[in-house]
């Protein structure tokens, strides 16, 4: 019966490891073929994406759109107030969590904090994306215009968001917080927030709590650059 069940585990592990690489070949071609990336460059991306959209709960939709608006996939890119790389992270307004972060314009070093930060306001606003966007971005201009350009990247990362929908219940069951979904859930047709699943995400809600009373200085900044 534990070899079945360990025949069993084994072949789920393989599944989805298959699933998550076809998710990230998936959304390479795109970044390629749509924005003129390099196959290598495109690969990094997607799976830097890929890994914080697990780990923050975050559909990947909702994070390319974000990157395609901040930086057009350009690592280097620079703003005003010193927002850099692929989310136009803003180092000044979010010193605490990026104290140990050397280089913003690595694509993963970026993505993470980005997503973090996004996760921490999303935690602040009581799972309401609208107003993390608006944080994160400056605006509720902004946030529509995330909203908008998510459709844009749904065919690419659907499987993926569909994939998080059920992993996030299942944590949300587990610790019984399986009723009264986040709004921003409807707004984007993705999963409800899961469970906290690593010590960044904590440490990106305390900086999002702190960033509460600093929100018009990074507001002001990211408005700047949109």
């Known amino acids: 019966m534990s070899r079945l069940l360990c025949l069993i585990v084994l072949s789920l592990g ?5 699933a998550a690489d076809e998710n990230t070949d998936r ?8 924005f003129g990336l390099a196959k290598d460059k495109a ?9 914080a959209a697990n780990k923050y709960s ?37 010193r605490g969590l990026l104290r140990n972060v050397k280089d913003l314009t690595d ?14 306001y999303m935690r ?18 902004y946030a529509r215009k995330v909203s908008l350009r998510v459709g844009d990247f749904a065919s690419v990362a659907a499987q993926q968001d569909n994939m998080q929908h059920a992993d996030g219940q299942a944590a949300s069951c ?3 917080r399986c009723a009264g979904a986040n709004q921003w859930a ?27 009373n600093s929100a018009s200085a990074t507001s002001a900044a990211r408005t700047a650059s949109n």
């Open 124 to 141: 602040s606003a009581n799972g309401d994306m609208n107003a993390a966007l608006k944080s994160y971005g400056g605006s509720f201009a």
């Open 174 to 176: 587990e610790a019984d």
């Open 27 to 34: 959304i390479s071609a795109y970044l390629t073929q749509k």
């Open 14 to 18: 393989l599944a989805q490891t298959a």
């Open 186 to 212: 409807d707004a984007f047709s993705v999963p409800a927030i899961g469970v906290p699943v690593a010590s960044g995400a904590v440490a990106a809600s305390s900086a999002a709590g702190s960033a509460s």
């Open 58 to 94: 975050l559909p990947p939709a909702l994070l390319l759109s974000i990157i395609s608006i901040e930086s057009r996939f350009k690592e280097k890119a620079r703003g005003p107030n010193g927002a850099t790389g692929l989310m136009q992270v803003v180092p000044q307004a979010h």
């Open 107 to 120: 694509p993963d070093a970026n993505i993470e904090a980005g997503s973090a930060i996004l996760y921490g």
């Open 43 to 51: 690969q990094k991306i997607s799976d830097a994406v890929l890994s």
